[in-house]
């Protein structure tokens, strides 16, 4: 293996695997931390420093009012994450941290999307929201705010279901999960 | 109380007997309470000599090091001797003065994001936003600092708020409910290590820094008793195991012996203890210890299985978990025959290839014979601290270290200037020992200042630098890998470091002969105060034997 110390080039496939490491299927990661100042910094460092790219990033206040809960998701490999997890550990003011089993989470977003409706089109773009249980949050006379909650698949969906009438802006939460049962996250 | 009264409270609490530091605006109000309080500060000449002398300090004593610094400038010159200690696990609490809390974020003069800057390199830092804070957040930065796996804390302290009046009480108890490192390895898993090591036919014991951080020197010397276990080091390991001993094999690594490589190489068990597969021990990852098993014992879980997987993981500490491993052991009454094949094939790579070097035959100094020399001159009794380059793998390889805490290096960042005020700092802590700096020619002078500190504080460091005129070690590697094509690595003439030496009020010395060479270490050592000998070495050596950089324990050279 070439290095920057030796005269051998690097090869094209060493500089592949060093940053193949985004591979791999997504990640929810639940994360409850004291509500100090410096968390979300260090945490997003943490990340940026593994050449992780978070992809979701939420951030709120959990029952007990001393502990926030982030929710954040991240594509990689298992091994990787496994020692992105590990040094989450060590940060001093992160308390519990859940790589959540997918088939064993209840994962939600919400996302608000502004439509272009001209004329006709506005009573078909109402008919689709309808069929994907959202909600009209704001009319206009060339425009509708549709407000959608859902796994991030049926987001997509319905996006690409509006797409074609126009549209003008999206905007997502980014995921917050629970796992399922009596058993806490 | 004021708020600067009670940081001066918990130091001492905490049991700290000095402090290195130098002022500015930001911490004014701070060093005046220095002015009553009873605790030996220390001006250094510069922040990083401050640094790292706390680091030498932890290194030398066990104990937590402490530095001071004002906001701003002051701060970022600690970024290298905290990132340092981070990559070390060095024990060192950092506490910055800061601007004013309203001039927070407006660019004010000697406003720099000391929190943001140093984020990535200490184990946790704290920003002071109530005074009321600040004296829980000093003891908990020395806990966090001192347990687990040692590191850098830093603390951050707005001048506004240290110049608060605050009702000062005693904290006798630090809570931090996401801070519980595991201590007791789990009794299963080592039960299992036991197993393992009593089946092995060719197992090596890889003991690396967090044996000495545990002061688990004692427990691994009886691991290593229970059986004729072989045993090898890292460079931040070096005296954990007494130097020479017949099971000891010598530091493993770029620059290790072939006895350790070769057997990392073929063996079929490894146990790691403390330590973390740098890429200067494993060399090619892929081609590490193609045949071995291995049984990993580390106090922070995130060390395991990060460079290489682990068969049998224990977190724990090394005191401990080594305690229990041996009892363990014990009990199986292995059968130590079995491992005569294997001692044989070690002792045929100790006979074919000792550390060597050709000697000179004239009065010229060979740089290893320097160490050769200085070993004989302090009867191998010193504490030896080095900078980094040729130097320090020459002190690695060639002196042979009795006890842990004797060798204080820069394993991890590889910090040119850490070795002289690393070594007032061990000086400091350990007043009543010998205390040596193997310095290169260039990196003495990152941090030559603090001969200055030396002199005037009357620490009686003596510091032998290895001068061959060259950034000897980038030098090495353009003549091997970049076909001797030199760049910038020629030194010239200056300074002339006796004179520089006796500017700073130290004595100075020159030795140009091998033949005068033990006898004039002699002489440099019981010369009072601070001393520096520049010793005229040959110039143009290389530190082998060594396996090139990304290349495999097999393929060492020289
Ligand atoms: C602060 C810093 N800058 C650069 C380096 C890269 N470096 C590693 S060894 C070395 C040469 C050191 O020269 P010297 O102190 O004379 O030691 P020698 O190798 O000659 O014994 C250099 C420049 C480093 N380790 N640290
Ligand atoms: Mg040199």
Request: with cysteine.
């Amino acid at each position: 293996m070439g290095e920057p110390g030796t005269k051998e080039p690097l090869s094209l496939e060493e500089l592949q695997a060093a940053g193949s490491l985004r591979t791999g299927r997504k990640h929810t990661l639940s994360i409850l931390v004291e509500n100090k100042s410096g968390v979300l910094t260090r945490i997003a460092g943490l990340f940026a420093r593994r050449g992780f790219n978070i992809e979701t990033l939420t951030v709120g206040p959990s029952d007990d009012p001393d502990l926030s809960r982030i929710t954040l998701t991240v594509d990689g490999a298992l091994h990787p994450i496994d020692q992105v997890t590990k040094q989450l550990h060590k940060l001093i003011n992160v308390l519990k941290i859940r790589d959540l089993d997918p088939a064993e989470t209840v994962a939600r977003e919400l996302a608000l999307f502004k439509v272009s409706v001209d004329g006709p089109q506005r009573g078909e773009v109402m008919q689709i929201a309808e069929i994907f249980r959202g909600k009209i949050v704001d009319v206009g006379k060339r425009s509708v705010v549709i407000e959608i909650t859902g796994g991030a698949e049926k987001i997509a969906a319905f996006e690409s279901m509006v797409r074609p009438f126009g549209l003008i802006e999206m905007m997502r939460t980014g995921e917050i999960a629970i796992s399922r049962g009596r058993q806490e996250t | 109380m004021r708020a600067v009264d009670a940081i001066m409270e918990c130091l001492k609490a905490e049991g700290v007997e000095v402090v290195f530091g130098l002022p500015g605006g930001a911490n004014l109000p701070t060093y005046d309470a220095f002015v009553d309080a009873d605790i030996r500060h220390i001006l250094v000449r510069h922040e990083a000599g401050g640094g790292h002398a706390a680091e030498g300090y932890a290194k030398a004593t066990g104990r937590v090091g402490v530095a001071f610094a004002t906001s701003g400038p002051g701060a970022t010159n600690l970024v290298t001797p905290i990132c340092d200690a981070m990559m070390d696990s060095v024990p060192v609490v950092f506490i910055t003065g800061q601007v004013r809390t309203e001039l927070l974020g407006t660019d004010g003069f000697q406003e720099a994001d000391t929190i943001g800057i140093t984020m990535p390199i200490v184990k946790h830092s704290f920003m002071i936003q109530d005074p009321q804070e600040i004296p829980r957040a000093i003891h908990e930065a020395f806990h966090i600092a001192r347990t687990g796996r040692p590191g850098p804390t830093l603390v951050d302290i707005p001048q506004d708020l240290s110049r608060a009046e605050i009702e000062y009480q005693p904290v006798s108890d630090v809570h931090l409910p996401g801070y519980q490192p595991t201590v007791e390895g789990n009794q299963k898993q080592i039960r299992q290590a036991a197993r393992a090591l009593a089946a092995s036919q060719r197992p090596i014991l890889y003991v690396g820094g967090g044996v000495v951080n545990s002061n688990a020197s004692a427990e691994l010397r009886e691991l290593a008793a229970c059986d004729r276990f072989p045993v090898t080091a890292t460079v931040m390991a070096l005296g954990a195991f007494p130097a020479p001993h017949p099971q000891w094999l010598g530091m493993l690594g770029m620059h290790g012996t072939r006895a350790a490589n070769y057997a990392m190489d073929e063996a079929d068990l490894i146990c790691a203890i403390g330590a973390r597969f740098d890429d200067r021990v494993t060399g090619k990852l892929s081609e590490f210890a193609p045949h071995a098993k291995i049984i990993h014992i580390d106090i922070d879980p995130a060390e395991i299985s990060k460079n290489v997987p682990a068969h049998i993981p224990i977190v724990g500490d090394a005191k401990s978990v080594l305690g229990k491993l041996a009892v363990e052991y014990r009990a199986l009454a292995a059968d130590p025959a079995r491992l005569e094949p294997w001692w044989q094939r070690i002792a045929s790579w100790q006979e074919r290839y000792p550390l060597r070097y050709e000697e000179s035959a004239d009065s010229e100094i060979k740089p290893q014979y320097m160490v050769r020399a200085l070993h004989e001159a302090t009867g191998g009794q010193a504490i030896i601290t080095s900078d980094v380059g040729q130097h320090q793998m020459w002190v690695a390889q060639y002196y042979d270290f009795p006890e842990p805490r004797r060798w204080i290096n820069s394993g991890g960042l590889g910090t040119m200037g850490f070795g002289l005020p690393a070594a007032m700092g061990a000086a400091v802590g350990c007043p009543d020992r010998l205390v040596c700096c193997v310095a290169g020619d260039g990196s003495v002078q990152m941090n030559a200042q603090e001969l200055a500190t030396c002199s005037a504080e009357g620490i009686p460091i003596k510091v032998f630098i290895m001068n061959n005129g060259y950034l000897g070690m980038v030098r090495q590697w353009q003549e091997l890998f970049w076909e001797k094509r030199y760049s910038a690595v020629e030194m010239g003439p200056y300074p002339d470091f006796v004179k520089l030496a006796e500017a700073y009020g130290a004595t100075g010395m020159r030795c140009e002969d091998k033949r005068t060479l033990v006898d004039d270490f002699k002489r440099a050592i019981e010369t009072e105060g601070p001393v520096v000998v520049d010793v005229r070495v040959s110039r143009e050596e290389n530190t082998f034997p060594m396996i090139p950089a990304g290349k495999a324990a097999r393929e060492m050279v020289g």
